[in-house]
Nanobody, 124 residues
Framework: QVQLVESGGGLVQAGGSLRLSCAAS????????MAWFRQAPGKEREFVAA????????SYADSVKGRFTISRDNAKNTVSLEMNSLKPEDTAVYYC?????????????????WGQGTQVAVSS
């Protein structure tokens, strides 16, 4: 079992930046690929970014490529999402997730463990 707790969400103006963090506890953190997903009101949960368990591979949704950066620190059992040039359409609840799959899965069904989410709101 892996417990995930997100932090760092908030309200920011368009063009601003936020850094989300996810702290993992429980079973060993390192073998798991980690990802961020988001869900806006009335929409399905969508993939944002993922990182392999060693950090050597990353994947991003086209909508955030060049603006968001995912990173992890296995020694501290944390994964972060640096979000720059935020847009109103980035407004959503952001979830951290852990997967035992190889590589950088992008579908929610590949992820076993989920955090409770942190709200990000971007005003225009």
């Amino acid at each position: 079992q892996v417990q995930l707790v997100e932090s760092g969400g908030g309200l920011v103006q368009a063009g601003g930046s936020l850094r989300l963090s996810c702290a993992a506890s429980g079973r060993t953190f390192s073998p798991y690929a980690m990802a961020w997903f988001r869900q806006a009101p009335g929409k399905e949960r969508e993939f944002v970014a993922a990182i392999s368990w060693r950090g050597g591979s990353t994947s991003y949704a086209d909508s955030v490529k060049g603006r968001f950066t995912i990173s992890r620190d296995n020694a501290k059992n944390t994964v972060s999402l640096e979000m720059n040039s935020l847009k109103p359409e980035d407004t959503a609840v952001y979830y951290c997730a852990a997967s035992s799959s190889v590589g950088v899965p992008t579908t929610p069904s590949r992820y076993l463990y989920w955090g409770q989410g942190t709200q990000v709101a971007v005003s225009s």
